[in-house]
């Protein structure tokens, strides 16, 4: 894997430097510096009243899981009715280009292989079974 990101809000980034831009560091930057209408107490104490667990991180994830897994396609993300849906959950999220959700995709795949090998490099026996 490429080179990690680390942000001076403890978060990471891990991916390989090809398919990740300096536009998802622009985008974590913006959205982790404090909002200057708010104070942080307030921002906090909004987020718990209305029960908000918004994270951009898992909305990234759960987006590709949902394209791949049924085999949407990627730009199925720019789809106004798709964006007024994430919209309508949380009006500060952040939607994102279908090239994005491909790089997405590509990153939670080749973590996906690693897990895969270090599983099969760590079990001493494999079973395979036919249903």
Known sequence: MGPIFV????KFL????RLSTTSNILNHQRDCSPKSDLRPQQG???SFVSG???KREKLR?????????PRHPFRIVQHPEFRAIIRLLNPLAHTHS??????????LYKLSQQK?????AVSSTLRISTP
């Open 52 to 54: 908000s667990t918004y």
């Open 7 to 10: 942000f001076r809000c403890g």
């Open 44 to 46: 906090l104490m909004q």
């Open 116 to 120: 895969t090998r270090i599983f099969l």
């Open 61 to 69: 994830t759960l987006t590709a899981l949902w394209v791949t897994r």
């Open 98 to 107: 279908a090239s994005t959700q491909a790089r997405d995709v590509q990153c």
């Open 14 to 17: 891990k991916c390989n430097a």
